[in-house]
């Protein structure tokens, strides 16, 4: 019987590993508690991974941000359409959510930046590029 | 207007957006530069141009004669314009 608390499920977007709850199995979908980012769980000869869920699609991105939006008790302000008409635009270009608002395609970068999963949200009342924010 | 306005953005800035409609909506003539869509070489050189003048690599810069305006900015920018 192995013990699933001591468990971890790696995220491709944070790329980060959060715990694995009792109960979770393979094709499970869940939420990555660190970034929001749907994930549909597979196990693999180095443990447990997730898939993303509706990868590269604008329905991603929007669930993704709620998902990390609602986790956190952030809000969202009238640039929200903008910003995602941005990243949907890095995206296309770059292939990937970066931050619109940065010229570097990293994964750090990938929305919602380290530095938002890592508290700036909390120190400066708002992200880098004015996506989240702490509610007033 | 008769000055010679600059406007760096980058292609998904939605406030760089904002700042090249704010100009358009003024009837404002500037040339633009879409920094993230240029060639590797061109893209370090402007780089280098927009630390030297701002001191960061934040986007929209403006230049308005001697007037440099980070970010998009209104106040600073009917001011620098005289609109």
């Not at chain 1, 468990?7 to 990555?32: L, N, T």
């Not at chain 1, 939006?69 to 929200?80: E, H, L, P, S, T």
């Not at chain 2, 209104?74 to 001011?79: H, P, S």
Request: proline fraction near 5%.
């Amino acid at each position: 019987m192995t013990d699933t608390s001591l468990e971890r499920v790696y995220c491709p977007v944070c790329q980060a590993r959060f715990r694995f709850a009792p109960g979770w199995k393979e094709g499970d979908s869940v939420i990555c508690p660190i970034c929001g980012q749907r994930l549909a769980l597979r196990k693999t000869p180095d443990g447990w991974t997730g898939d993303r869920a509706k990868a590269f699609s604008e329905d991603e991105i929007r669930e993704r941000s709620d998902e990390f939006a609602r986790i956190r008790g952030y809000v969202f302000n009238d640039m929200k359409e903008e910003i995602l008409e941005g990243l949907i635009g890095k995206q296309k270009r770059f292939g990937d959510f970066y931050c619109p608002c940065r010229m570097m395609h990293v994964p750090e970068f990938q929305c919602p930046c380290k530095p938002t999963r890592g508290g700036d949200v909390d120190r400066n009342g708002k992200c880098y590029c004015g996506f989240y924010w702490t509610k007033a | 207007m008769t000055e010679n306005i600059k406007v760096y953005a980058l292609s998904t800035c939605p406030y760089c957006k904002r700042t090249k409609r704010f100009l358009d909506e003024h009837n404002v003539h500037y040339d633009h530069v879409e920094v993230d869509t240029l060639d590797d070489a061109k893209q370090d050189e402007i780089l280098e141009e927009i630390e030297r003048l701002t001191g960061r690599q934040s986007f929209p810069v403006v230049i308005i004669g001697p007037e440099v305006i980070v970010g998009h900015d209104e106040e600073k920018l009917r001011r620098a314009l005289g609109i």
